[in-house]
């Protein structure tokens, strides 16, 4: 059973880049026809889809938050990773890593989460 | 990018009601939604993809319906744990959507 988990900073300063890392155990990244996805939940509130990265590289992002927003595939650390640039209290949320399998699919493996505080 | 609004916001019930949940789709969106379950300082837990079609492992007490632009979740038999916030998501875009969810309480 493929299982996800988050790590990085749970605090970061405003302006400064928010970097989050989601390891994937349990199966490979490479394999099948998966994308990973980044998906943010700020507190008491619903969720809203970053954007997504597939195992060749390519990737889409939420159009909202492209111009910050970069998302990255290691793929012999079967990780993939969120870059979330100028960051604000805005951005404080729960950030979650997912599994979708394929690219027109709903999201089936979801990481625990983790909270990421932007503060000085 | 898609809109959905799911009604209502929240709803009290009662253990052993039936309970449904609607979500609209601002466009058209075939048959390409799913439900999730949240409980608190939980991920969302997939309970049905493509409208209707239940995820393996969930209770049948769990059916959705629905394609084009409305949509349902029911719950015909409310248990306890079924107590929890519950998502609509389009994927008929790859700029994933989800509704603002509906808060299922205990009355």
């Known amino acids: 059973q493929v299982q996800l988990q988050e790590s990085g900073p749970g605090l970061v300063k405003p302006s400064q880049t928010l970097s989050l890392t989601c390891t994937v155990s349990?199966?490979?990244?490479?394999?099948?026809?998966?994308?990973w996805s980044w998906i943010r939940q700020p507190a008491g509130k619903g969720l809203e889809w970053i954007g997504r990265i597939y195992t060749s590289g390519s990737t889409n992002y939420n159009p909202s938050l492209k111009s910050r927003v970069t998302i990255s595939v290691d793929t012999s650390k079967n990780q993939f990773s969120l870059k979330l640039s100028s960051v604000t209290a805005a951005d404080t949320a729960v950030y979650y890593c997912?599994?979708?399998?394929?690219?027109?699919?709903?999201?089936?493996?979801w990481g625990q989460g983790t909270l990421v505080t932007v503060s000085s | 990018a898609i809109r959905m609004t799911q009604s209502p916001s929240s709803l009290s019930a009662s253990t052993g009601d039936r309970v449904t949940i609607t979500c609209r789709a601002s466009?058209?969106?075939?048959?390409?939604l799913a439900w999730y379950q949240q409980k608190p300082g939980k991920a969302p837990k997939l309970l049905i993809y493509a409208a209707s079609t239940l995820q393996s492992g969930v209770p049948s007490r769990f059916s959705g319906s629905g394609s084009g632009t409305d949509f349902t979740l029911t719950i015909s038999c409310l248990q306890s744990e079924d107590f929890a916030t519950y998502y609509c998501?389009?994927?008929?875009?790859?700029?994933?959507?989800f509704g603002g969810g509906t808060k299922v309480e205990i009355k």
């Open positions: 997912a599994r979708a399998p394929g690219a027109w699919y709903y999201v089936d493996y």
């Open positions: 349990g199966g490979s990244i490479s394999s099948g026809s998966y994308y």
């Open positions: 466009q058209g969106i075939s048959s390409y």
């Open positions: 998501q389009q994927y008929y875009s790859y700029l994933l959507t």
